[in-house]
Structure formats: C-alpha cells, structure tokens
C-alpha cells in the first residue's frame, strides 16, 4: 500500500482562537502545523503518495504542501471540490477515480503515531473491504462504539447518542482506515453531504461488506478543539505519544476482576450481579492517566458449571465496561479461562472441564497478553485477592500486590508470598503511582517504572 488520502476539507470553526485565518489542517502543534507532522508521519510508514482532499482555503493549503514536502519524500496532489459541501463520504467518492485499489484514508484532524503495516497486515489477512482502527477511550458514552465478533469482524455500530440502559463494549471508531476501492461500493445518495462514519459505513455493513476491526492501544487523537489541541501538545511534550509505539515496551497492571475489581458475589452468572468496589473506578482511570495498560485477567468457572454461556460472559463484561466508563476509565483487554479441572455439576460443559494452562495459576493468558499489548513483565504488576493471582505473579515474574478485599488471600489454595500487602485496589494503585510503601510482609523494596 502506497497512497494515504487525508480528508482536510474541515473549517475548524471550534479551533478558531488557534487558527488565525488559517485553514483547519495548519493548525499549530508544538509550532508545526498538523498537516506538517501528518506528512511526516505517513513517509516514515512507507507512504508515497498522498491525496488531500480540500475546499476551505485550499490556497493556503497548496502553498504550504509546496515547502513541506521539499523535505518529505513525497508526491501530494491536492483536489478541490469548491465550497460545496459533500461530507467526508461524498468528499471520497468525488475522488474515487484517483484512489488506487487499496490506500489508507486519515482524517485531516487526528495526531496519530501508528504502525501502519501492522494495520494492513491485519487488513490482508482478513481479506476485508474496510478496516477501521479501534481503541477504548475513556468517555465511551458520548463516541460512536463498534461491535466485533470474536473474529474482529465488524457486526454492529452503535453511533452517538446510544440508547439508556444498554451496555456496550468500549471500543470506539478512531476514524483511521485501511480500504478497498472496490469494497467501498457506491455512494448511496447523491445531493445532500454524507458522513463517511454515521452514514456510509453503517450502510456497507447492512449490504453485506467485510468490515473489520484493528484494536490498537497506539497513539491517536482528534485534536478539533482548543482542550483536545493542548492535551495533544502535553502529550507530545511529554513523550507519551512515542511510547504508545507497538514497538515501545508497554508497562502493565494486571486485574483480577472478582474481589478485587468488583465485589465478591459468588459465581457471576448476569450482568446485575456486578457491582465495583468503591473507589475501583477511579483506580483504573488513575493507571490509565500513568500509561499503564490496564489487563482484566479472571477465571470463570460459572462458564464449564453450565451456569453462563459466553454470550453471557460477554454481557457482563460489556457491563464492566460500562460502569468504568462512567468514572472515566477503560480497560485494554479483557481475559476469562472458561475451565474448570473437577466434573459433577448439575449442567455443566463436559469440553470445559478439564486442566488448563489459562486458569490462574496458570500463565497462558498472561502470556497471550504479553503478545499483545508488547507488555514488559519485568516492569508491570498483578493485582489480585487471591493465592491463585499471587501465584500467577510469581510464576511470571510480575509484582505482586494482594488487596485484602475479596478473598482477601484467604483462600489457601497456594503458598501465598505477594510483594505487598494493601487495603484495596485504590490503595494497590496508590503504591504503584507513588512507590512501593514498606512491606508488610518482608519483602524487598523495588523502584516503580
């Protein structure tokens, strides 16, 4: 893949205290227009060719695309369609005559880092006709979110405003897509603007099309407001935006879910029964403001009792999802062992019952999400209320902390060693924001990363 097209016809009306007269795709970040640092971004992803997609001062646009790319290894063509409005789907098919077959289509709006082979990788594999890249945020009740089956493959979007009372996976459209010019189809209607997110990729689904996620943890921000532009600014400032690479390393904090997430209430068998512990909520928005991926690693039994299905696992978790949206929190993913090693349970699933290498203290899923999220153990962390979490720790060289909600490591299942011992998850977090406070149970200090 060889051609980037950038939809950079928007005014920025919302930025015009940053604009000063100048379209919104020259806004300034860190004294470099976007447009500038998008460019750049898109060379050293191998991109050779990009075609911006422009009305509103499309002068101004021009002229700058002539200095910049002076030093950017790239052919820029510019098409302008005027001052008639056509939205970002109708802006695309105006162009589809110079789209090659397969090209990556920005948003003339968003810092992105983003590896984008990776990206088409994923794209090629699953043979599909458009790939959307997405990601948890922490405001998921006012975004588009996106539904996937466990193949990736796209099976519903919800858009904005959704309806009360129902749950949804937190992954959210980051407007950052790998597409097939034939797989796009036709432009549905002609004559008034169409939105490429909320009108024609809804409707491509219904006909039929193969739409796929890419869950990515890697840095993407719209910055089309003063507030989103210097939160974008600090975190270039900050380096945060680097080490949100795939390549970089990631720090992590494994959770276990029930006990220490939520609150013990037996085998969770729907989504009512899950209610977070105090304080819980805000304990994960804290380890995702430190950049610390955030890992929800839990055995569930309930699923070989015969008492909960996946479908239904899925439900809970969608309502976990849920209420840590609601104190500005996401997780990055979400792992359930569904087994369980002793039979003679009335219902149960004969496939599941049996010994496994995923159920805590077993390390195959902290190991899956090695693979993943490119997690550091050496550096991260597990938090649980249990022997088997501490355990699990161990065998996988993570820290350890044992909160004392729960099952409190009163379950005496394994030899139970944890690097700290603290009153709850808010207090486990504290620990590792601030450095690790004297053990209280004898073992030696460490530096937090």
């Not at 795709?25 to 470099?32: K, S, T, W």
């Not at 983003?114 to 043979?127: F, W, Y």
């Not at 209420?323 to 990055?332: E, K, M, P, W």
């Amino acid at each position: 893949m060889k051609q980037a097209v950038i939809l950079a016809g928007g005014k920025g009306t919302r930025l015009a205290v940053r604009l000063d007269g100048r379209p919104k795709p020259l806004v300034e970040v860190c004294g470099e227009p976007l447009l500038g640092r998008q460019l750049r971004a898109l060379a050293d992803q191998g991109i050779e060719d990009v075609l911006l997609l422009v009305n509103h001062r499309a002068k101004d646009i021009d002229e700058f695309v002539a200095t910049a790319t002076a030093n950017v290894p790239l052919r820029v063509a510019l098409r302008d369609d005027g001052d008639t409005p056509l939205g970002t789907a109708g802006a695309l098919f105006a162009a589809i005559d110079d789209l090659d077959d397969e090209f990556l289509l920005v948003y003339g709006d968003t810092l992105f880092d983003i590896d984008v082979a990776a990206m088409l990788e994923h794209h090629r594999v699953h043979l599909a006709d458009v790939t959307l890249l997405v990601h948890p945020n922490d405001h998921p009740a006012d975004s588009d979110l996106i539904e996937l089956d466990d193949a990736d493959r796209v099976v519903a979007m919800h858009g904005y405003p959704h309806a009360d009372g129902v749950d949804y996976d937190n992954l959210v459209n980051a407007a950052f897509y790998v597409c097939r010019r034939k797989g796009l189809g036709r432009l549905l209607e002609t004559g008034r603007p169409q939105d490429l997110a909320k009108d024609h990729l809804p409707a491509l689904l219904a006909a039929g099309a193969r739409l796929f996620g890419y869950r990515s943890f890697e840095y993407i921000k719209d910055i089309g407001t003063p507030s989103r532009l210097e939160l974008a600014e600090a975190h270039l400032k900050s380096g945060r935006v680097a080490r949100a690479r795939r390549s970089m390393p990631q720090h992590a904090v494994f959770v276990d879910r029930d006990g220490t997430l939520n609150e013990l209430n037996g085998y969770i068998s729907d989504p009512d029964q899950l209610c977070l512990i105090d304080g819980a909520g805000a304990a994960v928005a804290r380890l995702n403001a430190l950049e610390f991926r955030v890992i929800v690693t839990t055995n569930q039994p309930v699923i070989a009792r015969g008492e909960c299905d996946e479908a239904g696992m899925g439900r809970i978790h969608r309502r976990l999802q849920t209420l840590l949206g609601h104190h500005g929190a996401f997780v990055d993913l979400i792992q359930y062992c569904p087994h369980h090693p002793d039979a003679g349970f009335v219902g149960e699933v004969p496939t599941l019952k049996r010994k496994c290498e995923c159920r805590k203290p077993g390390i195959a899923l902290i190991e899956q999400a090695r693979e993943i999220l490119n997690v550091d153990l050496k550096k991260s962390w597990f938090i649980g209320d249990s022997t088997a979490d501490i355990e699990a720790a161990r065998r996988s060289g993570l820290r350890s902390i044992l909160v004392q909600t729960g099952e409190g490591g009163a379950d005496g299942k394994y030899p139970c060693h944890p690097d700290y011992v603290v009153a709850d998850l808010a207090e486990a977090v504290s620990l590792i924001a601030t450095g690790p406070l004297e053990s209280r149970v004898g073992q030696s200090q460490e530096a937090v990363y």
